[in-house]
């Protein structure tokens, strides 16, 4: 079958590597791409948001199932804009609709599903510019530090941890006064400090089975050990040393089986992949935020630990099959390192000569944000992450060893790196 896949960073080209490798894929289209997944299919100069220019590529290139990589269209409702159209609708999207899709398209909507739903997460209110005054007197309630989430997206940027009062105060209202992450801070969310290790859970859903894929955990802090603002993320690892069978079965009956129930009991379709941001406080899983569709850059450190055929796992998503599918996952540990240009996730250049991305080894090399310079046809940064690096190893110290090693052979004006990918756990 011939696929189009949506979205253009690091977890795209490991969506991509993964679905190659299937013998049920024909040919892939990827819209827009990068100069990573220019060499395992082909690129469309399509935005990911333009869903007539989308369409006109399905019917031109016979596509006959659409993978949807980041969570913009899904919110947008790619979605639902097939299933209208008729000459669609015939035609699965893996990702879900968009109604389903809000439980990352909006903070309070999720908080409020998870009370209504009984599932485990931090005390919060919701506030806007008119309720500002309600919003400073519930973060005089708290205790420090305090988390403030902007209620929409903000490409994994929107949350802001305050240490203090005054600073928790004055950030509130700035967010909400100055909409300093556009539309979507019109809403803020408050939520209690709650204090563990953080985690990613993911499942595949067909709207009523599901299963879970290898757990990941990323680093979103631009600084070593996790200091400095939030950035898409800097490097991750898969498995997590302390999710075993006993806490992913907690993780399973607290928070996965309640939310798919859930949204089946609200009358939400749900066809897709599910990123539960949990946190392990004394042992017990509460949720921080739903994303939905995979991580970035997890994406790029569970997808080759997954040892199942993609394309038929999301056929079993179309078929409402998956019940039948088993999970395969190489026992091995993955490590990715992000290299971001210089001055991410703030302003930075693009435009810098990538060398050094071939002289991998055995580590997998994945482009987040790289094209192809119009003027000479070589390999340029086009994003403030810029590569990920994988490697496999049969401890967490050997793969990051290995990613750590390939990094340094991949070089670019302004490349910053973190060196302490891992720092916190232990093998």
């Known amino acids: 079958m011939n696929i189009l896949l949506l979205g253009s960073g690091g977890r795209e080209h490991a969506l991509a590597w993964k679905l190659t490798q299937s013998p049920l894929l024909s040919q892939l289209f990827i819209a827009p791409g990068n100069a990573g997944t220019a060499g395992l299919g082909t690129n469309l100069d399509i935005p990911v948001n333009d869903f007539n220019k989308i369409k006109a590529a399905v019917l031109t290139f016979g596509i006959s199932m659409v993978v949807v990589g980041p969570e913009d269209p899904l919110v947008n409702g790619i979605h639902d804009f097939f299933l209208a159209d008729a000459a669609l609708n015939n035609i699965p999207v893996i990702g879900p609709a968009r109604q389903a899709a809000m439980l990352e398209g909006s903070k309070d909507f999720a908080k409020q599903f998870m009370m209504r739903h009984g599932i485990p997460t931090a005390r919060y209110q919701t506030f806007d510019k008119t309720t500002i005054s309600g919003g400073i007197a519930f973060l005089k309630s708290l205790s420090p530090p305090f988390v403030l989430k902007a209620d929409g997206l903000a490409a994994g940027k929107g949350v802001i941890i305050c240490p203090t009062l005054d600073e928790a105060i004055h950030e509130f209202s700035t967010m909400l006064t100055e909409e300093r992450f556009g539309s979507a801070s019109l809403k803020v969310v408050i939520e209690e400090f709650l204090t563990g290790i953080e985690l990613s859970v993911f499942i595949l859903t067909d709207g009523k089975n599901y299963r879970i894929l290898p757990a990941a955990k990323d680093y979103k802090k631009i600084g070593e050990g996790d200091t400095g603002p939030n950035t898409g ?65 997890e994406t790029e450190s569970l997808i080759p630990r997954l040892q199942n055929d993609l394309v038929r796992l999301f056929m079993d998503v179309a078929e409402q099959s998956l019940g039948s599918a088993t999970i395969s996952v190489d026992p ?14 703030e302003a930075y250049a693009k435009g810098r000569v990538i060398s050094g991305s071939d002289q991998v080894g055995d580590s997998l090399v994945f482009h987040a944000g790289t094209t192809f310079s119009k003027a000479t046809g070589e390999i340029v940064s086009n994003g403030g992450r810029v590569i990920a690096v994988t490697s496999l190893g049969n401890t967490m110290q050997e793969a990051l060893e290995k990613s750590y090693h390939t990094s340094e052979k991949i070089t670019f004006e302004g490349k910053t790196l973190r060196h302490d990918i891992g720092f916190d756990l232990t093998d």
Request: proline content about 8%.
């Open 233 to 297: 993320g800097m490097g991750s690892v898969s498995p997590v040393p302390f999710a075993d069978a006993a806490f992913m079965e907690l993780v399973d009956k607290r928070v996965i089986r309640p939310t798919v129930n859930g949204l089946a009991d609200d009358g939400i379709e749900y066809k897709g992949f599910i990123f539960f941001g949990l946190i392990n406080v004394g042992g017990n899983p509460y949720v921080i935020e739903y994303n939905c569709r995979l991580g970035d850059p």
């Open 332 to 345: 091995r540990t993955s490590a990715t390192v992000m290299l971001v240009s210089s001055g991410y996730p």
